[in-house]
T-cell receptor, first 113, second 111 residues
Framework: EPEVTQTPSHQVTQMGQEVILRCVPISNHLYFYWYRQILGQKVEFLVSFYNNEISEKSEIFDDQFSVERPDGSNFTLKIRSTKLEDSAMYFC???????????FGQGTRLTVV | GQNIDQPTEMTATEGAIVQINCTYQTSGFNGLFWYQQHAGEAPTFLSYNVLDGLEEKGRFSSFLSRSKGYSYLLLKELQMKDSASYLCAVRDRGGGNKLTFGTGTQLKVEL
């Protein structure tokens, strides 16, 4: 069964460093998303991406964040100058149409120290 | 904006039926989703409603009333593996198809 894959599964980084979280969405999907979940809290929307551009972003997704689809398969989230409060599980998701369910990857646990 | 409410915790017995409620207020509704999330894992899609009524999918069913801003997830023949968090999420009419999640209902299934 097709699945969304994310790497790495766990990343530890020092405050102020840049991190890149990687995702391979399901191959025929057109819509891509990043969500995050701080430990013990709800899943929060960060950004959606369609047709090689951001279609919507939340207030969390400030200038510190950026997304890119560098090739036909990968979808990345870059966090510049990480802060302690960026520590969370980051989930990538994809859907084939906007009106269908989103499938989530297993997540990258980011720990900023 | 969106506001989604669901109970924080529920406990039920193996083999029983449990109903998890979700109420929402939204500026533009375009579907309600239920996901299951085991601790430390990704949300897994369970069910989706965009029109009023009941959607059945094996042991899981979900109901929607748009006029009341209300949905429930019904789990039948509960198994121990159903112990998890159940997330209600609303999609709005914005171009980004974003999902807004509730805080989740932690279900504990006991013998």
């Amino acid at each position: 069964e097709p699945e969304v894959t994310q790497t790495p599964s766990h990343q530890v980084t020092q405050m102020g460093q840049e991190v890149i979280l990687r995702c391979v969405p399901i191959s025929n999907h057109l819509y891509f998303y990043w969500y995050r979940q701080i430990l013990g809290q709800k899943v929060e929307f960060l950004v959606s991406f369609y047709n090689n551009e951001i279609s919507e972003k939340s207030e969390i997704f400030d200038d510190q964040f950026s997304v890119e689809r560098p090739d036909g398969s990968n979808f990345t989230l870059k966090i510049r100058s990480t802060k302690l409060e960026d520590s969370a599980m980051y989930f990538c998701a994809s859907s084939d149409w906007g009106n269908t369910e989103a499938f989530f990857g297993q997540g990258t646990r980011l720990t900023v120290v | 904006g969106q506001n989604i409410d669901q109970p924080t915790e529920m406990t039920a017995t193996e083999g029983a039926i449990v109903q998890i409620n979700c109420t929402y207020q939204t500026s533009g509704f375009n579907g309600l989703f239920w996901y299951q999330q085991h601790a430390g894992e990704a949300p897994t899609f369970l069910s989706y409603n965009v029109l009023d009524g009941l959607e059945e999918k094996g042991r899981f069913s979900s109901f929607l009333s748009r006029s009341k801003g209300y949905s429930y997830l019904l789990l039948k023949e509960l198994q121990m593996k159903d112990s998890a968090s159940y997330l209600c999420a609303v999609r709005d009419r914005g171009g980004g198809n974003k999902l807004t999640f509730g805080t989740g209902t932690q279900l504990k299934v006991e013998l």
